[in-house]
């Protein structure tokens, strides 16, 4: 039976790739309040500006590719049993060869009925007023929101559990809930953390920190692991 590697991604390793990170130190994404964008609210007051806005990041998607750190994530699936949990909502993975992706906080390329979450439909050009489900409500970007459930937490956290080596790559472990998925990991196993930031570190047991940015130090730690006995 295959090692099981679980590993945990955030904006630092798409950043690599060129899409930005969610919102800058004064709180706004791509010059808008991340309320105005990112919220039930938002999309209340205002559905041309969130559906103009995600259209916006899903061309923008569309037009990056992986880097070097999502490929090498990928390759360890040669040795191991690999789950990539992500916070990211980009494809980024799945098209560098990434088999198992659970994304926390929703996809870009995937559509949903305003009525009935479990209407989701893959969706890689715009979503315009009008477009509906097959109940006949507006489709909106399946994106997890602020003040809204992370209904996908309840598949990772067993993941997580059964997990022989994690790995948290470009997050710095404050963006809840994700942030508290290394709470589940077993005492005992190998952890490891890569960020390109000077961040304070979780008291986490046997956690080791590669203060690298994603694609030098997951390249790092994937031929590590790869050359392991």
Known sequence: MKTKIVVLTGAGISAESGIKTFRDSGGLWENHRVEDVAS????????????????????????????????????????????????????????????????????????????????????????????????????RPHIVWFGEAVPLMETAAPIVRDADIFIVVGT????????????YTRYEIPKWLIDANDIPLPRVPHLKFINEKATIGVDYLVNLLLTEN
């Open 172 to 183: 710095s472990l404050v963006v809840y809930p994700a942030a508290g998925l290394v709470n």
């Open 40 to 139: 039930t609210e938002g999309w209340n007051n205002n559905q041309q500006l969130v559906l103009n806005f995600y259209n916006q990041r899903r061309k923008q998607l569309l037009e990056r590719k992986p880097n070097r750190a999502h490929f090498a994530l990928a390759e360890l699936e040669r040795k191991y049993d690999v789950t990539v949990i992500t916070q990211n909502v980009d494809d980024l993975h799945e098209r560098a060869g990434s088999a198992n992706v659970i994304h926390l906080h929703g996809e870009l390329l995937k559509a949903r009925s305003c009525v009935d979450e479990n209407l989701i439909y893959n969706w890689n050009k715009d979503i315009l007023e009008g477009d509906v489900c097959e109940r006949g409500a507006q489709l």
